[in-house]
């Protein structure tokens, strides 16, 4: 980590990295509070010069005027449509889990337990094609079910839960599909 004292607090300064990482915290809207608590120390005395905002104003009663173009600018700079995506972006990936949870208990009534019990009963694969890697940390296997009785069958990946779904779980059908297929192979 690149730290060095500060001329004018004596505290120890942020290396740019951990400044960039304070900026891209800030943009996305995270309180500075939850930023120091992160970092174990005070961000505000390294990214400004070793003076709060307060103290800034204080020392000089024109730069809250000189400074609100820079402020108009910045929230402009956030209202992007790309700025939003990757805000979007990033939450999605810190609240997954969160989400995971929640799909799971209002649309099955599953537990992350049950979840992982079925998981494991098929050996941490897909149920038709055992396909490896089927499982990322973004895109977890999917709950397959009957349509008409509601009862869980097992968990498909993305690629065997939308066969499924576009062969209308007809057996049948799936049956004239494979001697298709045999006919052709």
């Not at 942020?14 to 992160?38: N, Q, T």
Request: proline fraction near 4%; charged fraction near 30%; aromatic fraction near 8%.
């Amino acid at each position: 980590m690149n730290v060095r004292n500060h001329k004018a607090t004596g505290l120890p300064r942020l290396g740019a990295d951990l400044i960039a990482e304070v900026r891209l915290r800030r943009l996305c809207g995270e309180p500075l509070k939850s930023i120091e608590r992160a970092m174990g120390r005070p961000v505000r005395y390294y990214a400004y010069g070793g003076k709060t905002r307060t103290e800034r104003i204080a020392a000089d009663p024109t730069y809250y005027e000189r400074n609100k173009v820079a402020r108009s600018q910045s929230f402009k700079r956030r209202d992007t449509p790309e700025f939003r995506r990757l805000r979007a972006e990033r939450y999605r990936l810190y609240h997954a889990d969160k989400k995971h949870v929640t799909d799971l208990k209002r649309n099955w009534d599953l537990t992350p337990e049950q979840y992982d019990t079925m998981l494991d009963a098929q050996g941490g694969v897909c149920a038709i094609c055992s396909g490896e890697n089927t499982r990322t940390a973004h895109r977890r296997l999917a709950v397959d079910h009957n349509h008409t009785t509601n009862i869980k069958r097992g968990l498909l990946c993305d690629r065997c839960n939308r066969a499924l779904g576009w062969f209308m779980d007809d057996p049948d059908l799936l049956a004239v599909a494979r001697a298709y297929l045999e006919a052709y192979v």
